[in-house]
Every structure is written in structure tokens, then in C-alpha cells.
């Protein structure tokens, strides 16, 4: 492969914000290797054929990000089976053979974000809460779970979309409403924010924190700002805290590692450069 000029991207529709090419083409360089990242911007209509364009190209494969990444599944040859209880895929590896394989590396990236801030985490430590029931609380209930997670409190503006989720999930996840939100808190040992509230242009994260232990890793799934308004509050009463920036970083290194074949590391220098753009 060292003499072998690889290239990958990732696809959304918009793109233009997407951190992804400045982290992998950061790697491509640190490691010395020979290829590029790319943004492509794809209207969801022109899915299909950017997908099945993907080979003809010699792309090694590709990022799928928001709003393709339920879709882009119906045209890959294989899909990983987290991927597929995830219902979602975030990359996209084409075997030497020009097979389609799907994976979703979200719930890694947040695992590992979680470890990085705390190296003795663990899932099963005490109750969790999850906000929100999208895609990125899909990911990150069924990392929990597979971690070990004994009970996940999951808390939806639109409590049918929770209990849909906890429904297919098992017993290990409990749905509680909105208005209940603030109690919520009381006795857990990890409460992860995966709503859009809190991030630049949204209202804030409606939420009390005189329930939550000072002894809870408090994890917010946004990146833009780097500490929500939440993670502030939390941070300020002695809360450990984790924002998005890792599990954006950490994702990223199982699809470079099928790509390139390095797995690569997320250094200070790496996050310095992608800090320089927030």
C-alpha cells in the first residue's frame, strides 16, 4: 500500500462544515502515506448514484453524514451487524473486490471519547440518561448496552420516538417524559445530551442539574461551541465533562485504519488543528 494513492471523502448535503477531511488528511500526512480526503456534496436524490460511483472512481470508500446515513444502506453489499441495529451507517469501505460494506463507527467514537476523559469508565457504574432519541441517541443507548449498561433512562420531547427505541432495545432502557426530565438525574452516574439544544444558533439545553451527582461524567454530543452552555453548568458545579469533539475524532479512526491501513491516533497537534477551526 505505501506506494498506492488512496482516496476517500465524506458525502452529506450540505458538507461545506464538515471537520472530516481536516482529520483525515491531517493522518495522511503525519503518517507519510500517499492520498487525499475530499468533501462531496450530494442532494439526496443523487444518492444512489454517487454510492454505486464510488468503485467506478477507485475510492477506497467514503463518510456518509446526515442526511445519508439511513438511506446510503439499501445500496451496500454487506452491512455490519452493529450497523444494522444501529439502522444507520457512517462509512463506507469498498473491498479490493469492489464490495460495498457499510459500518456505523459512531458508537465507538463516543465509547472512546468517554475513556479518554476518564480511563476507568464504565457502563455499568450506576443509571444513565440519555436526551433525545435520533440517530446519534440511537448510537450511543446501543454502545451503552453493549458496554455493559444496566439501566438507561431515555428522555424525548416526543416520547413516542423514545419508547419506539426502548421498545426494540429491551428492558435495560426506561422512557420517562419530558417533564421529567430534571428528576431524572438523580442517582446517575452518566448523562448524555444528543439533542441539538445547546449548540450555536439553538436555545439552550432546558435543564436543572441540582439532582445530578457531582461524581457524574456529564457528555454532550455537540462540538460547535466546544462547551455547550450544559457542559459549562456542569463543569462549574465539579462535574467531569465531555464534549462532542472526541467521539468525532475517535469515529474517524476505524474508517482511516479500513482505508489507509494505519489506525490512527488522536494527538494534541490534531486536536489543536481542528480546535483552530471552531
Known amino acids: 500500500m505505501a506506494n498506492k494513492y488512496v482516496m476517500a471523502g465524506v458525502m452529506g448535503w450540505p458538507v461545506a462544515h464538515s471537520r472530516s477531511p481536516l482529520i483525515h488528511n491531517h493522518w ?8 487525499s480526503y ?7 436524490a443523487r444518492l444512489e448514484d454517487a454510492i454505486r460511483g464510488l468503485r467506478a ?8 453524514t446526515i442526511p445519508h446515513k439511513v438511506q446510503a444502506m439499501q445500496w451496500m453489499d454487506v452491512v455490519d451487524p452493529l450497523a444494522l441495529r444501529m439502522g444507520a451507517i457512517n462509512t463506507v469501505v469498498v473491498t479490493p473486490e469492489g ?24 457502563a ?26 444496566t439501566e438507561i433512562r431515555l428522555i424525548n420531547r416526543t416520547r413516542a420516538r423514545a419508547q419506539a427505541m426502548a421498545d426494540e432495545f429491551g428492558a435495560g432502557v426506561q422512557v420517562l417524559d419530558w417533564s421529567e426530565r430534571h428528576e431524572a438525574l ?54 467531569n465533562t465531555v464534549n462532542g469533539l472526541g467521539m468525532l475524532l475517535n469515529q474517524a479512526r476505524p474508517a482511516f485504519n479500513a482505508w489507509f ?7 494534541p497537534a490534531l ?3 481542528i480546535l483552530a477551526t471552531l
Request: hydrophobic share 40%; charged share 15%; aromatic share 6%.
Open 38 to 44: 475530499g468533501l462531496f456534496a450530494v442532494q439526496p
Open 28 to 35: 495522511i500526512q503525519h503518517y507519510g502515506l500517499q492520498g
Open 261 to 267: 491501513g494505519v489506525m490512527p491516533e488522536v494527538t
Open 186 to 239: 438523580d442517582g446517575i452516574a452518566l448523562m448524555v445530551n444528543t439533542t441539538n439544544q445547546g449548540m450555536h444558533g439553538e436555545p439552550n439545553l432546558d435543564i436543572r442539574l441540582d439532582h445530578l451527582p457531582r461524581t457524574a461524567l456529564v457528555c454532550d454530543a455537540i462540538y460547535i461551541p466546544l462547551e455547550t452552555p450544559l457542559l459549562r453548568e456542569a463543569r462549574l458545579r465539579g462535574n
Open 99 to 122: 464490495a460495498l460494506h457499510g459500518y456505523n463507527n459512531d458508537g465507538f467514537g463516543f465509547i472512546q471519547s468517554l475513556r479518554d476523559a476518564q480511563s476507568d469508565w464504565r
Open 124 to 149: 455499568d457504574r450506576g443509571p444513565i440518561t440519555v436526551l433525545g432519541a435520533g440517530g446519534a441517541a440511537r448510537a450511543v443507548v446501543l454502545s451503552l448496552l453493549d458496554q455493559g449498561a
Open 57 to 64: 472512481l477507485g475510492l477506497a470508500g467514503c463518510n456518509v
Open 271 to 273: 486536536r489543536q488543528a
